[in-house]
């Protein structure tokens, strides 16, 4: 049994991400693609170092071949147990590596793909040799810094993991507002908030009645249906802002404000570390799908990774 430190589990956890990020760039043109092989180099590097603290200890920092030296003092560890690091595939990443830094020599796409794939399958098989750990529940959640985005995120998991779909897109929600209402600063800005929130704004048509009663009770419907109009623009306006703030795509976006249940309670006393949500019992009277709750958790997750700032 491996009993892994808080620091531990938040480098092995950054790992994946790391991986999550060579995904994106592995399917680009090339030379854009080659990329990926500086990710890969170094989520296979954090992890096996944190794997050479846990089970090796006693070997100074390896200089030179890092990722080779690691995967053998590793494999000398592991032997009797029959399990052994690929020392071919540390070969091939470490060459693709060297020759794109050091020398600019870009990397075959369908190279990058099966490395790409092999440091996936090495991630997966090695996560439960070397840690104890199931490749998918390695939570990027811990590499949240707001304690409330964070926590409603923690607690969704959980929910998720026993099938109560109805909490945990509660606490997705509760996550998401939470996103929107922290000071998260834009770099390259004069320090405005990522999100200004807007609830809306009236429009008052002021008239002095020259004609007929008639006459003033007509401008003020027109007020009103004009008002509803600004407010119904201004909350398109509103989504345009977050959409571009997010870097997320309109349909993305549409398709997670639909699922969204509303439970936010606008109030002069919300601040960035408490803010009112109603009970939302009521309204998830409506069949939520597996599916639909796991977008809307990978919706908010990415997000969060994306924009936050310390």
Not at 42 to 48: A, K, R, T
Not at 112 to 136: C, G, M, P
Not at 230 to 248: K, P, S, T
Request: contains cysteine; hydrophobic residues 40%.
């Amino acid at each position: 049994m491996v009993t892994l430190s808080e620091d531990k589990i938040h480098r092995i956890a950054f790992a994946k991400y790391l991986l999550s990020q060579a995904k994106v760039h592995k399917s680009k043109g090339a030379p854009v693609c080659s990329f990926s092989i500086l990710i890969l180099h170094d989520l296979v590097e954090i992890f096996l170092q944190v794997a050479k603290e846990i089970h090796v200890p006693q070997i100074e920092k390896p200089r030179g071949d890092v990722l080779e030296t690691l995967a053998k003092a590793l494999n000398r560890k592991m032997l009797p147990d029959g399990h052994a690091i690929n020392l071919e595939f540390i070969n091939r990443l470490n060459q693709r590596r060297n020759a794109l830094k050091h020398s600019t020599i870009f990397v075959n796409r369908m190279d990058v793909q099966n490395l790409y794939s092999e440091t996936e399958t090495f991630f997966i098989d090695f996560s439960k040799i070397l840690f104890d750990l199931q490749f998918d529940k390695i939570s990027l959640v811990l590499l949240i810094m707001n304690e409330k985005i964070r926590d409603n995120l923690k607690e969704a998991e959980l929910k998720l993991e026993i099938k109560d779909f109805d909490a945990a897109i509660v606490s997705i929600a509760k996550s998401y507002h939470y996103l929107e209402h922290t000071e998260m600063q834009i770099s390259g800005t004069l320090g405005y908030p990522v999100f200004k929130p807007d609830y809306g704004r009236e429009l008052y048509v002021r008239s002095r009645t020259v004609g007929s009663p008639e006459a003033d009770s007509n401008l003020r419907w027109l007020g009103t249906e004009v008002g509803k109009d600004f407010r119904g623009l201004n909350e398109r306006l509103a989504d345009v802002e977050r959409i571009v703030n997010l870097g997320v795509d309109f349909k993305s976006y549409r398709k997670f404000k639909d699922l969204l249940p509303h439970i936010y309670l606008p109030s002069t006393k919300d601040t960035t570390d408490e803010l009112h949500f109603s009970e939302p019992s009521k309204q998830l009277s409506r069949n939520i799908e597996a599916q639909d709750v796991t977008f809307c958790f990978e919706f908010v997750l990415d997000a969060a990774l994306r924009i936050q700032s310390v």
